[in-house]
């Protein structure tokens, strides 16, 4: 069963599932797939992607001119997307900027290096929940595959669950990253979502909601600014 968040007449908003691909992949259906027939058919255009792992805000266009319209800003990075994970580990400082290059390495999986392309940048926050936990919320200002996962892993500290990145001696029922927050233009008018998780154990902690709260509308912290990422054109969006 598909979940909307928001139906309009030019998108839809869904929670996406952990575990869950958007595309087809081997299977004969996609997550894709099941969003379309819910809405009865007709256009529909994915105008950003989330990892198989990832669950969360999940942004399609039901027109080609809205299509155009997003895709365009996910390419200018005018739309803001925030990310929470949880890590078992505490990284060297709490709160800042991580930038550089996500390079092919072994097995389909991503190193962080400091010079090469394509660049990459991401900020964020941390807050202790105790009983061993940390959640992040992270604001990627680029669109990598696997961004948010080796940006984890090179704080030192990989995000819980995540079967790739993190060490195999801490399972856990399912990769703990979501897409929080999703801030977008459309013919004018300015929307703005968030969406707490609602699927792992761990991300049910009464301490992570409580933290939740107080963070409101992640769109108004002072989000660190030190030397902003350069925009390029032609710079297409990839999974978070």
Known sequence: MICFIAVQKSFVLVDKPAGVSVHRDEAERSFFDAVRDALGGGYLAPVHRLDKATSGLWLLARTPAAAAE???????????????????????????????????????????????????????????????????????????????????????????????????????????????????????????????????????????????AKLAEPWTLPWPTDRPVEKKENDREQPG
Request: aromatic letters at 12%.
């Open 70 to 212: 997003l895709s365009e800003q996910f390419a200018r990075r005018d739309c803001e997307k925030y990310y929470l994970a949880l890590s078992r580990h505490k990284p060297a400082k709490k709160q800042g900027r991580v930038a550089g290059a996500l390079i092919k390495s072994r097995g389909g999986s991503y190193r962080l290096a400091r010079s090469g392309s394509p660049w990459s940048e991401t900020r964020f926050f941390s807050y202790g929940l105790g009983e061993g936990l940390r959640l992040f919320l992270l604001k990627p200002l680029t669109g990598r595959t696997h961004q948010l996962r080796v940006v984890m892993k090179s704080l030192g500290a990989p995000i819980l669950g995540d079967v790739r990145y993190g060490p195999a001696s801490e399972p856990a029922d399912r990769c703990y990253l979501h897409a929080y927050a999703l801030c977008f233009s459309l013919n004018g008018r300015r929307f703005r979502y968030t969406l707490p998780p609602q699927t792992g154990q761990c991300f049910k902690a009464d301490a992570l909601h409580t933290q939740l």
